[in-house]
Structures are given as C-alpha cells and as structure tokens.
C-alpha cells in the first residue's frame, strides 16, 4: 500500500489533519496504535473555549501570543458550535467575586473577552447580584455577586470520532490498534512505515511520501524513532477530573473557581446529571498522565467543600486524568517562571531533515488550526502548493451534521418528531441520547436493532443499548468494553461502579458482533 500522507495517531489533531487532507484529494492513511481518542482527546475538561485564564495572563504579561491564542480558539469555538451543534453547545458559567470592584474586573475582562470572540461570539457576558448567584447555584458559599459568561461545552471522544468517519468517508484508510514500528527510509528521507497489528501479530510495510506524527504527549517517542539522538519537545502536564454523584449545578450553569491556593483555576460544571471538577496541573512523565493521585484528587475535593459548605461530604462517581502536550522552550524563548499552569498552549510544526513532521503542543478547541499548519508542512515536503478541497469534498460536513448549523437543529427537529414511534414507549431520554451521540445519523443506530429488545436502555445513567453496541462495532472501530463504555458512550466517565455492572453484558454483545464480522467476507475492511 501507498499514499501520499501517513498520519500516525488519531487523537484530535491527527483525525483533524487526516480529514483535511482527505478533502483535498490526498491519499491518507491515519493509523492509531489504540483506540480513536483513547488518550487526552478524551480526557479533556469538555470544554471548547478561548480561555479566560489564558486572557488574563496576556494582559498580566503583556503577552501578544497568549493574546493570539485566545482569539484563535474564540474562533474555533465559535465553528465548532455551528458545525455539531448535536455535540456541542453553550454553556455559561459564573465567575464569582467577593465585592463591586473585583466583579467590575472580571466584568471588563469578560467584555474583552466576548469583544474577542466577533463575529464568532455566542452572547454577552452580564452581572448577576447576590440573589441572582444563588438562585443559580443554590449550595454555592452565600455572598457571592459574578459575572456569567458564554463558552462551549462538548463530548471530546465522539467528535473526535466523528471526525476520523468523516475522513474515511472522504477517502482515508484508517488503521486502529496498529502501532508504527519502524519508519522506511530511502535514501536519507522517510518513506513510509512498518505497521504492527496488534490483533493478529501481523507486520506489514506501508510506503508514504509524508509521514506525519499527530502523537500527542507520545510524539517524541516518533521523533526519536526518526531521529535517535533529539532531545525531547515537550513537558507532560496531568490534568485530573472527578465526577461527582451530586448535581451541584442544577441550573445548567458552572462555575470558574478564579483562584486556588497555588494560583491554578478550577471549573464545576454540569455533567449528565452529575458535577465535574477539574482540572489539575501537575508536570509527570508520559507513563503517569492517565494516573490521577491521591493528593490531587483532596485537592480538587477540598475546593468543593470549601465552595460549597453546605452540601456534605462530596461522593465520587468517576475520575480519570489526561496529559497534556505542553511544548518545552526552544533557545529563543524563556522557560516558564510558574510552572506548567503558566505555559502558553500554543503549537509548533517541526520538520525534520528526514522528512518526518510533528505537529506538536495546542489544545482540544484548536485541533483545526493546528491541522492547517502542519498540511503546509505537508505540502513543502510534496513540492505542490496546498491543495483547495473541491467544492464536492468542501460540502461533506462533519458525520451526523448537515452543511450548516440551522440545517442540522432542523433536521433533528424533524427525528424528534419522526422516531418517537419506533422507540419503547416513553423512551424521550434514549432519543436524547442518540440524537446528541450521532446527530443524522440516529437512524443508522436504530437499523443495527435485530429487534425491540436492542432499543431497551441498559442503565438508568446513560441509555445505552445494544442497537448502540452492535453499531459501534460495526461502523465506529469498537473492539472492546472500554470503548463502548468510555468512549462510544460516556458511562465509564459518569460513573464507574455502573460500567463496571454493565460490562459483562457489553463484552457478550460484542463477542457477538465480532463473531459476525469474523465470519464476513469484508471483516477485513478497515473503514467501517
């Protein structure tokens, strides 16, 4: 096999460049060593948004590139919000204060902030008085006036997902649970890649005239793959979350923790039905950075006591920890002075004389940008300018979405109208559910039911069920009971106890579904 463009690794970034470069007539083949999204990609705080902390040091600093970065990611907010808008969706949040005049700075900031945002705004920050905060959130610590502004609240795992279709659709092969284990050279340039499938053991060659490296905190494993003797590029920063089995936001509105103890924010926010804290900030090796720790998590529960006295001792549900990508200083450029919470989260495209591109530090909501970047890199290596998608490929949204955002909430008008009557009775959870996992294509979940039973919900958390199950393995790459319950759906985000409960059931269903596909004459195919 032969492409243009290898991408290694289907994180944010990698399924971003890979659908880009689909659309403009490259040959992609997008290989994962895992599971789509099994690493940060989801394991973010669930937020798409410019950042308010990000503001407030490029003011601190007088830092034009944090200045930038917050604009940009205003931006990508702002088009992630009108292209799935089944997955994403604003939020407000309150950022509290103590006094007049601490709200009026936070209320000029936020101005700053949605004067940022322009034509990509998503409403105007306001002031709230004392009544006004707690009738918001009613257990928050009485005394409190605020701010409350707009930003974007997403699922990570499934747009992630959804991207990596949209780039099979468009042309890319992709390549789960297989890991490059050897990169080709001819000559002194690269040219491709040994894969290993982890499933069968197999080995094979796949020659490309690019190889790109979208590995996220695992890229200068790559590099060095390429290039022995580099020193690393970045510094892994573990951000740990917890789920709480309290609903602390009733009103749909979170809440920004302006200042801790060590100078960090934190957010507590709705999160199906439940409360999600987060996020730490904790340099550790790549080995540690799904690993949350004992220290971190009383430090994430010590700030919810103390911001909410009066609702009793919190109860966890779930926690998980992800790293973050944080790019080390080249020579031109002064290392942090606060640590890692203080590391502009900006990217940087590197080309080595071998040929090999890394596409390297950024954040979730920047993914796009990110992907522009490196196809440039990409089309340097080719010797052609960048290609323009034609006006058939620039059509294809984003799988489950329509071309444009008042496309998509009036065709989910139309299936809430529509699909009641082929659900069990009563069912308008489940409905939700779909409609917001899979957009447009709720049906196609509904077509994979081999009878009623499979539209029965399997837990009272989240509505899973087996239509789901069998569809995630025939059309989304799922293999295992991790990425049914982690990242198909959320369950194993939400609460632990009950994926465990619902795992024996999941992994009978997908021996099922995998038996069939084994015994298909396309179980091979490795675009679902």
């Known amino acids: ?60 600093r007088l830092d034009w590139r944090q200045l930038q970065l917050v604009r940009e990611a205003l931006a990508e907010r702002g088009h992630w919000l009108e292209a799935v808008p089944f997955l994403a969706r604003r939020l407000e949040l309150l950022l509290p204060s103590d006094g ?49 502004y707009g930003d974007g609240q997403f699922d990570d795992a499934r747009l992630n997902l959804l991207m990596v279709r949209t780039a099979a659709h468009l042309g890319a092969e992709v390549f789960t649970r297989t890991e490059v284990v050897e990169l080709l050279r001819q000559g002194d340039r690269l040219s491709g890649a040994v894969l290993h499938d982890q499933a069968t053991g197999q080995r094979r060659r796949l020659e490309a005239r690019v190889v790109l490296n979208a590995t996220g905190i695992g890229a200068d494993r790559i590099r060095q793959l390429a290039q022995p003797d580099l020193p690393p590029s970045l510094q892994v920063s573990r951000g740990v979350h917890l ?78 920890a992800g790293g973050r990508p944080l790019l080390l200083p080249t020579g031109e450029e002064d290392s942090a002075s606060g640590g890692t919470a203080t590391v502009v989260r900006e990217h940087r495209v590197e080309t080595l004389p071998c040929g090999l591109i890394s596409v390297m530090g950024g954040k979730w909501t920047t993914c796009r940008p990110m992907a522009f970047d490196g196809l440039q890199a990409v089309a340097q290596q080719l010797g052609v300018p960048l290609p323009v998608p034609s006006e058939q490929a620039a059509a294809v949204a984003i799988h489950g979405a329509a071309g444009s955002g008042a496309a998509t909430l009036a065709g989910l008008s139309r299936l809430r109208a529509e ?13 939700e559910h779909l409609l917001m996992g899979h957009g447009l294509e709720t049906e196609a979940v509904l077509a994979c039911a081999a009878g009623p039973h499979d539209l029965e919900p399997l837990s009272p958390v989240i509505p899973l069920t087996a ?30 106890a009950e994926a465990e409960r619902l795992r024996p059931l999941v992994e009978a269903l997908l021996d099922q579904e995998l038996s069939s596909l084994r015994s298909s004459p396309t179980s091979h195919q490795k675009n679902p």
């Open 467 to 496: 239509a789901e199950v069998r569809h995630a393995v025939r059309h989304e790459w799922a293999r295992t009971a991790d990425d049914l319950l982690a990242r198909r759906c959320r369950l194993a985000f939400v609460d632990q």
């Open 100 to 148: 007049l005049l601490q709200q009026a700075y936070y209320g000029l900031g936020l101005a700053v902030y949605d004067r940022l945002a322009g034509r990509a705004g998503i409403g105007s920050s306001r002031w709230l008085g004392r009544e006004a905060v707690q009738e918001l959130l009613p257990e928050l610590s009485a005394g409190h006036v605020g701010v409350a």
């Open 243 to 320: 789920v709480l089995a309290a609903d602390l936001c009733p009103g749909g509105t979170g809440l920004l923790i302006p200042s801790t103890d060590d100078g960090r924010v934190l957010f507590v926010l709705p999160f199906y039905g439940r409360t999600l804290v987060g996020t730490t900030d904790t340099p550790c090796g790549s080995a540690e950075a799904e690993r949350p720790s004992e220290a971190e998590e009383h430090y994430l529960l010590d700030h919810v006591r103390r911001w909410f006295p009066g609702h009793g001792e919190p109860v966890v549900s779930s926690r998980w």
């Open 419 to 431: 699909l009641p009557q082929r659900l069990p009775c009563g069912e308008t959870a489940l409905l």
């Open 1 to 60: 096999m032969s492409v243009d463009l290898l991408v290694i690794g289907a994180g944010a970034t990698g399924a971003s460049i890979a659908m880009e470069a689909a659309r403009r007539g490259l040959s992609v083949a997008l290989v994962e060593a895992g599971d789509i999204a099994i690493g940060t990609s989801s394991r973010s705080t669930k937020l798409l948004h410019g950042g308010v902390r990000y503001l407030e040091l490029a003011f601190r």
